[in-house]
């Protein structure tokens, strides 16, 4: 398997690359890879780095499952690989706004999961790959 032509996708978030592909009978298909931007500051709460890092890539729906964690309380038995952090009200509030805020900024981006494989792959998956890039473990959150 040859690659043949490598593009990338400025219009996504996060940016991607984009690989043509034959099988050796001949058949065409493109590997997706997304570039995520992992240029985030570490903060004392990994719980916030996370959020940053998934805000800076698009992913929209573990924003909004976060954010149900944070606002339900329900972070110590929601959010896989938390480490206990004590979250105040006040920071609770915090981090939910920062969420609203990178909800807002991406609600008119597409990620490259949601363009090039709807039906193949979703965040979770990309989550996995993220982790890997990160070379740890990651805060999410399974399907509710």
């Given at each position: 398997m040859k690659s043949e032509k490598t593009t990338f996708d400025?219009?996504?978030?996060?940016?991607?690359?984009?690989?043509?592909?034959?099988?050796?009978?001949?058949?065409?298909?493109?590997?997706?890879?997304?570039?995520?931007?992992?240029?985030?500051?570490?903060?004392?709460?990994?719980?916030?780095?996370?959020?940053?890092?998934?805000?800076?890539n698009n992913f929209k729906t573990q924003l909004l499952r976060l954010y149900n964690k944070i606002n339900n309380y329900e972070e110590t038995k929601g959010i896989i690989n938390f480490k206990y952090e004590e979250l105040s009200d006040e920071k609770r509030v915090t981090l939910k706004k920062k969420i609203n805020e990178y909800l807002e900024i991406t609600k008119d981006r597409i990620s490259p999961w949601e363009?090039?494989?709807?039906?193949?792959?979703?965040?979770?998956?990309?989550?996995?790959?993220?982790?890997?890039?990160?070379n740890g473990k990651i805060y999410y959150v399974e399907k509710e």
């Amino acid at each position: 398997m040859k690659s043949e032509k490598t593009t990338f996708d400025s219009n996504t978030l996060p940016k991607c690359k984009l690989e043509e592909k034959k099988f050796e009978w001949g058949e065409p298909y493109t590997v997706m890879t997304p570039i995520f931007d992992l240029d985030v500051k570490e903060t004392d709460s990994k719980l916030e780095y996370f959020i940053d890092v998934y805000g800076k890539n698009n992913f929209k729906t573990q924003l909004l499952r976060l954010y149900n964690k944070i606002n339900n309380y329900e972070e110590t038995k929601g959010i896989i690989n938390f480490k206990y952090e004590e979250l105040s009200d006040e920071k609770r509030v915090t981090l939910k706004k920062k969420i609203n805020e990178y909800l807002e900024i991406t609600k008119d981006r597409i990620s490259p999961w949601e363009l090039y494989e709807p039906y193949n792959y979703t965040e979770l998956d990309y989550i996995e790959k993220l982790s890997k890039e990160i070379n740890g473990k990651i805060y999410y959150v399974e399907k509710e």
